[in-house]
């Protein structure tokens, strides 16, 4: 029932993006830490003042989410009847 994934793959699928979108109409954020070699050292979150992303990362994100969307609908609505 459960499948531990990294936060490197739910960043790269641009989950991190769009929980941040939602987060941060209340002024919150998942904060992740990135090293030079891409790895996530810590990860929490964080009360913040800004709001919303620039065009640039929000193309990105929706991208990245809807290719998500596209490559599993499958598999996600098999595994929502079961």
Known sequence: M????????????????WINVILHTFGWAIIVEVEDDGSISSAYP???KFRGFDEKDNE??????SEYMKD???????????
């Open 72 to 82: 599993t609908a499958e598999e996600l609505c098999k595994e929502s009847h079961e």
């Open 46 to 48: 964080a009360r913040v």
């Open 2 to 17: 459960v499948e531990r994934k990294t936060w490197e793959e739910f960043r790269k699928l641009g989950f991190l993006w």
């Open 60 to 65: 990105k994100g929706y991208i990245a989410v």
